[in-house]
C-alpha cells in the first residue's frame, strides 16, 4: 500500500503551492516562456475548439432559447426600439453627427482612415471571472500585436491584451484595469480616464483642475502621446463635469462605442511610431 | 494507457470543453467550473496526492484557458483537491444527495478562494459585486454534471492502485 502518513500529502501541497507561487513570480516578472506557454496552450486547442464549437452549436443554441430566453426577447425588444428612434430622429442623428465631425474636424481629427483589422467577436473567455474581456477571431497571423488599440466607428472600444495565433483577447474600456489618456475638446484640458467595472463609463479622475469648465455633453478624445491609441480617437461625452468636488474631480464618461452590443471591431494596426511620423 | 496519459488526455478534452461548449452554457453570464470539478473528483478518488499533482496541472490548464495569471488556479485547486480528499471519507456512506451538495460547496469554494487570491494578486475582475451569487450558480451547475465526469476522473486516476485503495479512495465505484 502507498504511504499514508499524514505529513507526505502536506509536503507534496507545500511543494505545489511552492511552484505555483514560483510561476505567478515568474508571471508577474514578464518572463516571457510563461506567456508563451499559455499561448502555447490555446494555439494547440484552438482548431478542436472550433470544431467541438460547431459541432456543438444546436445545443448551445436551445440552451441559450431556453436559459437566456429574457435576454433575447429584450435585445429583440431593444433592436427594435432602436430602429424606431433611428427612424423617428434620423435628422437629429444627422445633426449630431455632423456636431460631432464639426467639433472632431476642427482640431484635426482622421481617427477613421486609421490602417485597422476588422475582427468579428467570437465570445467570452471561459471561466467565471473574465468579465469586461471579449474574444474576437484575428490573432499574430492577421498581424495584431499585444497592445494594439480596438476602436469603431463609434469610438474608443479597448485594446488587445492577449493575442495567440488565431484569436485575441480584448480588454474593453470598462475593465477596472484599463486607463487611457483623454482630452476634453472644448477646455483642451488632459487627464487620464480608467474604466471602473460600470457597463459604458469611464471615470476621468486625474490630471483635470478642480476649476476647470467641463460641462455637460463635452466631447472627450483620446490624447495620445504616449498612449497605446492614436490621438484623436472619440471617447464619450461628458454625463457628469462633477463641479462641486473640492479636492479631486471625479467626471463621468459615457461611452460613444455601446460596449454591450458589438459584433465587430477594428484592431489598429499601425504602431506608435508610424503614427508620429 | 498509463495513468499519465490518460490524465493528459483528460486535462486537454477538459480544456477544449471548457473553452467551448461550457463557455457558451451560461445562466445570468455564470458557467461550469469543469476544470474545477476535475480537481474535486481527481481528490475524492485519486487520494490526497495524486489529487494534488493531478489538481495542479488542471489548474495549470485553465490557467491558460481562461488566460488569467499563471499559478493562481494552480494554486488553489491542490488546496481543494486535498481537502475533499480528507473529507472523502466522511462522506463515503452518505446518500448521493449529500456528495452532490458536497461538490456544490467545494465548487463554491473554489470558486471564492480563487477570487480572493486573484484579488490578492490585483486581478481586480476576479472579485465582483455577484460573487456570492457566482459561486452558487457555478457549484449548482457544475454538480449537474459531476456524475459522467465522475466516473472519467475514476477511471483516469484510480488505475495503478491497489485494489483495496482504490476502494478506499473511489467512493462511486464501491
Known amino acids: ?277 | 494507457m498509463n495513468t499519465s496519459l490518460r490524465v493528459l488526455t483528460v486535462l486537454i478534452a477538459g480544456a477544449i470543453l471548457q473553452s467551448s461548449i461550457f463557455t457558451e452554457m451560461r445562466i445570468n453570464g455564470m458557467g461550469v467550473e469543469l476544470l474545477l470539478l476535475i480537481s474535486i473528483l481527481s481528490g475524492y478518488h485519486g487520494g490526497p496526492i495524486r489529487g494534488a499533482y493531478v489538481s495542479f496541472w488542471t489548474g495549470l490548464v485553465n490557467d491558460c484557458v481562461v488566460a488569467s495569471p499563471l499559478g493562481i488556479h494552480a494554486l488553489i485547486y491542490p488546496v481543494i483537491a486535498v481537502a475533499v480528499s480528507n473529507l472523502e471519507e466522511r462522506f463515503i456512506s452518505e446518500k448521493q444527495i449529500v456528495r452532490a451538495f458536497g461538490i456544490a460547496l467545494a465548487v463554491a469554494t473554489g470558486v471564492l478562494l480563487t477570487a480572493a487570491v486573484g484579488h490578492i494578486f490585483g486581478e481586480k475582475t476576479f472579485n465582483t459585486n455577484s460573487l456570492p451569487e457566482t459561486a452558487i450558480i457555478a457549484g449548482v451547475m457544475t454538480t449537474c454534471f459531476s456524475k459522467p465526469i465522475s466516473r472519467i476522473v475514476n477511471w483516469t486516476v484510480s488505475s495503478g492502485m491497489p485494489k483495496e485503495v482504490r476502494a478506499q479512495y473511489a467512493g462511486s465505484s464501491r
Do not use: C
Open chain 1, 1 to 277: 500500500m502507498p504511504n499514508r502518513s499524514s505529513d507526505r500529502p502536506r509536503v507534496v501541497l507545500l511543494v505545489l503551492m511552492a511552484a505555483a507561487l514560483t510561476l505567478l513570480t515568474a508571471q508577474f516578472r514578464d518572463f516571457l516562456p510563461v506567456d508563451d506557454f499559455q499561448q502555447g496552450v490555446r494555439d494547440v486547442i484552438s482548431p478542436f475548439r472550433k470544431v467541438v464549437d460547431r459541432a456543438t452549436d444546436p445545443f448551445q443554441t436551445v440552451w441559450n432559447g431556453i436559459f437566456n430566453y429574457e435576454e433575447v426577447s429584450d435585445e429583440n425588444e431593444r433592436l427594435q426600439m432602436e430602429i424606431a428612434r433611428m427612424r423617428g430622429e434620423g435628422l437629429r442623428d444627422e445633426a449630431d453627427r455632423e456636431l460631432l465631425e464639426r467639433l472632431l474636424g476642427e482640431v484635426d481629427i482622421d481617427y477613421l482612415e486609421l490602417q485597422t483589422v476588422v475582427a468579428r467577436i467570437v465570445g467570452v473567455p471561459g471561466g467565471n471571472y473574465n468579465s469586461h474581456v471579449v474574444e474576437i477571431d484575428k490573432g499574430t497571423d492577421d498581424g495584431l500585436e499585444e497592445g494594439a488599440g480596438v476602436i469603431t466607428k463609434a469610438g474608443l472600444v479597448g485594446y488587445l491584451d492577449e493575442v495567440d495565433r488565431s484569436t485575441s483577447l480584448v480588454r474593453l474600456a470598462t475593465h477596472p484595469d484599463f486607463r487611457v489618456g483623454v482630452r476634453l475638446i472644448n477646455s483642451q484640458d488632459e487627464g487620464l480616464a480608467r474604466g471602473n467595472g460600470s457597463v459604458g463609463l469611464l471615470i476621468l479622475d486625474a490630471g483635470i483642475n478642480v476649476d476647470a469648465e467641463v460641462s455637460i455633453g463635452e466631447v472627450v478624445v483620446t490624447s495620445g502621446g504616449r498612449s497605446i491609441f492614436p490621438q484623436d480617437i472619440p471617447v464619450g461625452r461628458v454625463i457628469d463635469p462633477d463641479k462641486e468636488a473640492d479636492y479631486a474631480r471625479s467626471i463621468e464618461i459615457d461611452l460613444s462605442a455601446s460596449l454591450e452590443n458589438l459584433s465587430f471591431l477594428n484592431v489598429i494596426l499601425e504602431s506608435r511610431e508610424n503614427q508620429s511620423k
